[in-house]
């Protein structure tokens, strides 16, 4: 098999795991790492055999593919510029800032016949892909993505930081379109909204009630699937996924008989296996399961929960949780 060039565009915080993935995968060779922070560039380059770059457009004509792992507003530019030189590319999430820009990206990447993938890890999480084949037609889905405050992430809102990832998966075994969204959120120590729920009503009756928090003290990763005759508990934290079946076994009680299984992948790499989905992608030139077309609907969700909270007069169902939380 033929060594496949890759690089990575913005080794920071995540940026420097794609970097670690790369240089650890056979037939596949980590040319090089660009940031803007040339010791940042230098540090990852050292620690993974290659050459550092403080600007990407010297890396772009050795590689085939690459990572693109820098601020949201950045994706739109830096897209653009691999595209133009015919490099594939993992854009990490959120797309882009605008549905615009998404439209844009996807638009110049068929035309070139390049490969765009999306990052939304959580669907390369060993759980949501042990969930698949328990999944029907789900009426109720119950979704909760807190987290403690991190610096890193604060140039979007927690809708696009978090909840995006449950907007994509739920938009993924939702087989309906959605007819309505009501949202409610809050900033409380950025400017952009920092807390944040939405419901979302789907045409077939479905309905999902999303949460998403970056000012908890504790971290959850948790979602809860209800549809006839079946429930699905997904713990993306601890990759775990329990289901419950009822059977045709009534008991004494008059209820049917429940058939629990728990699978437990402690040791799954999500990232791990999304850039090897990407490399196979590359290699085979076929479309990834979160293209670009996936990762704009997901855009698309998030951008109205975000448009409807910033148009809301009163906040008033989060006065208490703001007034605890200045204690």
């Known amino acids: 098999m033929d060594i496949l ?19 650890a995968m056979q037939d596949v060779e980590l040319v090089g790492v660009a940031d803007a922070d040339p010791d940042c560039a230098q540090r990852i380059a050292a620690e993974c055999a290659c050459r550092a770059y403080t600007d990407y457009k010297e890396l772009l004509p050795l590689v085939e593919a690459v990572s693109i792992v820098v601020p949201t507003i950045y994706h739109h530019r830096v897209g653009l510029d691999c595209i133009a030189a015919g490099v594939d590319l993992l ?41 698949e084949p328990f999944l029907t037609t789900p009426v109720f889905i119950e979704s909760s993505r807190i987290s403690t405050f991190k610096k890193r992430g604060v140039d979007v809102d927690v809708v696009l930081d978090l909840m995006i990832h449950d907007i994509d998966i739920i938009l993924n075994i939702v087989k309906s379109p959605l007819k309505m969204i009501h949202t409610v959120g809050a900033p409380v120590v950025t400017r952009s909204t920092d807390i944040a729920n939405a419901r979302l009503i789907f045409e077939n009756g479905a309905t999902a009630n999303v949460t998403a928090s970056r000012i908890s003290r504790t971290n959850i990763r948790k979602m809860r699937i209800f549809q006839p005759g079946s429930y699905i508990n997904v713990d993306f934290a601890k990759k775990k996924v329990m289901t419950i079946h009822l059977t045709d076994e009534v008991l004494a009680s008059g ?54 909270i910033n148009n809301q007069q009163g906040l008033d169902v989060f006065k208490p949780i703001l007034a605890a939380l200045k204690k």
Request: net charge positive; no cysteine.
């Open 5 to 23: 060039k890759v690089g990575v565009i913005g080794v920071g915080y995540l940026g420097k795991f794609h970097a670690q993935k790369y240089a």
């Open 91 to 131: 854009l990490e999430k959120p797309m882009t800032v605008t549905l615009a820009e998404a439209d844009d990206l996807i638009e110049r990447a068929e035309k070139k016949n390049l490969v765009l993938q999306i990052g939304h890890l959580e669907r390369f999480n060993a759980a949501v892909q042990a969930m």
């Open 255 to 308: 209820m049917p008989k429940q058939e629990i299984a728990v699978e437990t992948f402690a040791n799954h790499d999500a990232l791990k296996s999304e850039i090897e989905h990407f490399i196979n992608n590359v290699r085979k030139r076929t479309r990834p399961s979160v293209s670009g077309h996936e990762g704009r609907k997901a855009l698309d969700v998030a951008l109205q929960v975000i448009r409807q």
